[in-house]
């Protein structure tokens, strides 16, 4: 089975313009999140999609946004960038195995924005 | 926002010893708990999870304990190996489906 694949691996984008991300999560899987990680922050998370609806969204910015296809496929949109972005985006699929859920991660997309 | 901090950033092993991690939360309404591992150029990778009914799970070479009372979580690896070198993520899972993750322990394992 295949594992979750993010797109691109590398990206750098210039202060001002807009990125878009791409996950394709475990086959089976309907939930995407996503997160930003920077040094020193850990994890923060973005926002979760479910059967294409946004279900839960952390405290960013409105410039994240992010979609979820039919496909569960998910794509994260970051415009008018900033330095301060520069982070390595994850991208973690999960399933609910009865009480449980496993989030299973991407290798993650490193944007820099110069 | 939710609080989930780790109590040492980095942790040096000798090889072949026992390693533990601690973990703190803040949210007393968290039941579930995942601890990752995240190599330098990877995601993180799940190692073990728990749920707030037990207060210990162990797998193969790992062990992880919830103490509720005082809100803490500690990953042991035993026989710590160099492949073990990594940065260690507890994460909480406080309502639906957003787990929120400490700031992360990087373990060195000296040969």
């Known amino acids: 089975k295949a594992g979750v694949t993010q797109t691109p691996r590398y990206l750098i984008k210039t202060r001002g313009q807009q990125v878009t991300l791409s996950c394709s999560p475990i086959?089976?899987?309907?939930?995407v999140s996503w997160y930003q990680q920077t040094p020193g922050q850990g994890l923060q998370f973005l926002f979760e999609y479910f059967s294409e609806t946004q279900r839960n969204k952390g405290n960013f910015p409105g410039r994240f946004s992010g979609r979820q296809f039919s496909n569960s496929r998910s794509e994260m949109n970051v415009s008018t960038l900033e330095l301060g972005d520069s982070a390595l985006y994850l991208c973690?699929?999960?399933?609910?195995?009865?009480?449980?859920?496993?989030?299973?991660f991407g290798q993650g997309t490193r944007l820099t924005v110069v | 926002g939710e609080s989930v901090g780790l109590h040492l950033p980095t942790l040096s092993v000798q090889e072949g010893d026992n390693s533990i991690i601690n973990c703190a939360y803040s949210n007393s309404a968290s039941d579930y708990f995942i601890w990752y591992k995240q190599e330098s150029g990877k995601g993180p990778q799940f190692i073990i999870d728990i749920r707030s009914n037990m207060d210990k799970r162990q797998g193969q070479r790992v062990t992880v304990l919830l103490n509720k009372t005082v809100k803490h979580l500690s990953l042991q690896i035993a026989a710590t190996q160099p492949g073990d070198s990594a940065v260690y993520f507890c994460?909480?899972?406080?309502?639906?489906?957003?787990?929120?993750f400490g700031t992360g322990t990087s373990l060195t394992v000296i040969p």
């Open positions: 973690a699929s999960s399933i609910r195995q009865g009480l449980n859920t496993e989030a299973f």
């Open positions: 994460a909480e899972m406080p309502t639906g489906n957003q787990f929120y």
């Open positions: 086959s089976g899987h309907r939930s």
